[in-house]
């Protein structure tokens, strides 16, 4: 099963940006569904980005417009720009994989087809 790690959370202000970098170990890295969650204590995971392996890209309407998913160019890493964070923003971010397609439009942001998850990276956006 691909391993994933995620580097580059942090604390910044509001307004600010920061950018998530996740690298997985498989040599296949290319042919994942790569997601994006994130959990705020006592709250269920939330779907952010999702990057099929066409890329295309689906976002949940709060982060839109700010809030840029892709791939890197030696194809091993999947980043999460983030621009103009709130303090809403404020959660441990987790990066997610499922091999080839990503999940149906209706669950491609729910956690529960998603197979391989990293540690988590905390961010912290203050008001």
């Known amino acids: 099963q691909v391993q994933l790690v995620e580097s580059g959370g942090g604390s910044v202000q509001g307004g600010g940006s920061l950018r998530l970098s996740c690298e997985g170990t498989d040599p296949s890295w290319s042919s994942y569904c790569l997601a994006w969650f994130r959990r705020v204590s006592g709250k269920e995971r939330e779907g952010v980005a999702v990057?099929?392996?066409?890329?295309?890209?689906t976002y949940v309407d709060s982060v839109k417009g700010r809030f840029t998913i892709s791939r890197g160019t030696n194809k091993h890493t999947v980043y999460l720009n983030m621009n103009n964070l709130i303090p809403q923003d404020t959660a441990m971010y987790y990066c997610a994989a499922v091999p080839l397609h990503c999940p149906p439009p209706l669950n491609i942001m729910s956690s529960t087809w998603y197979h391989a998850w990293g540690q988590g990276t905390q961010v912290t956006v203050s008001s």
């Open positions: 990057l099929g392996i066409d890329e295309k890209a």
